[in-house]
C-alpha cells in the first residue's frame, strides 16, 4: 500500500524552531517609564501596585507565549488570592489590572484583553 516509503518518509521529524530570546524587562529603564506613565495618570504606586508589576513582568520574562490574557488573569487571581484575588487587584488599578499594567509597561496587548461588547477590560 505505501511502497517504499519509510515511516520518517510519512511522517518527518519536525524542525527545531528557533526562537528569539525572551526579553529582559526588569530594568531601570523600564522602572522609570512605570513611574512616568504612573504620574501622567495621576497613580502613586505603592509597594503592593510594584508587587503585581513585577509579577506580570516576570510573566513576560519567563512566557514564549504569551497572548492569552484570561490565563494570565487567571494566574495573577491565584497569585494574589489571599490578599483577595480580584477584587484586590481591582481596588489597586480600577480601570482593570491588565489594562493598566500592560499601558504603564508598554507591554503588548493581549487577545481578548478587551471585550467591549460587555464593558469589560481584564
Known amino acids: 500500500m505505501y511502497g517504499n516509503v519509510t ?3 510519512m511522517f ?3 524542525e527545531v524552531v528557533m526562537r528569539p530570546p525572551l526579553p529582559v524587562l526588569k530594568t531601570n529603564s523600564v522602572y ?9 495618570k495621576s497613580m502613586e504606586l505603592s509597594t503592593e501596585h510594584m508587587a503585581v508589576i ?8 519567563h512566557c514564549d507565549d504569551c497572548e ?12 494574589f ?4 484575588g480580584r477584587k484586590y487587584l481591582y481596588r489597586l488599578f480600577p480601570d482593570g489590572p491588565l489594562s493598566t ?9 493581549l487577545s481578548s484583553q478587551n471585550d467591549k461588547s460587555f464593558g469589560t477590560s481584564f
Open 81 to 84: 488570592f489571599p490578599q483577595g
Open 68 to 79: 492569552n490574557a484570561r490565563a494570565l488573569a487567571d494566574m495573577m487571581h491565584d497569585e
Open 12 to 14: 518527518p521529524r519536525a
Open 101 to 109: 499594567i500592560h499601558h504603564l509597561a508598554d507591554l503588548p496587548s
Open 32 to 40: 522609570e517609564q512605570i513611574a512616568q506613565r504612573a504620574a501622567e
Open 54 to 61: 513585577d509579577f506580570v513582568l516576570d510573566f513576560y520574562e
Open 7 to 9: 515511516i520518517d518518509e
